[in-house]
């Protein structure tokens, strides 16, 4: 599992990047779970999950916080094609702030997933860096 996970693309997404990314993404996962599971809200979530975690782990280290910030609002942006809702403008608005109040469970695992992820990652970077100014220390110390 692990060497298939070392296999995938390691691109490096600015946090900009990143946020589109995933916006981008949801926005296509909810069109096409609307087209093919008459909008699904199990679907959309279980899809969320997975972009959560690529987007967390495609950011740049630099970016790391950025990460957690995009995902809930690529949530929101993905959730407009399956809402659904009638009556204009009002109703529209209505039916995502209800599909995103009922399948908040779900935006809260995913923005977990990220921050987990990115969490992980800064305390690596933390780590990494710890240990080469230890180690320029011993090296001026000689």
Do not use: N
Not at 29 to 46: K, N, Q
Not at 81 to 92: D, K, S
């Amino acid at each position: 599992m692990v060497l298939a996970l070392r296999r995938l693309p390691a691109p490096r997404l600015t946090g900009l990047g990143a946020g589109l990314f995933a916006t981008a993404s949801m926005f296509v996962l909810g069109c096409l779970d609307r087209l093919l599971f008459g909008g699904s809200p199990l679907v959309y979530g279980l899809l969320f999950l997975p972009v959560s975690a690529l987007t967390a782990l495609w950011v740049r280290e630099a970016d790391l916080v950025t990460a957690p910030i995009g995902v809930p609002i690529a949530f929101a942006v993905g959730v407009l094609p399956i809402a659904g809702g009638t009556g204009g403008l009002g109703g529209r608005i209505m039916a995502v702030v209800t599909t995103l109040a009922v399948h908040a469970g779900w935006l809260y695992g995913g923005t977990l997933v990220a921050g987990l992820i990115t969490s992980v990652r800064k305390v690596r970077q933390m780590g990494r860096r710890q240990r080469t100014t230890a180690a320029a220390a011993r090296a001026t110390q000689r």
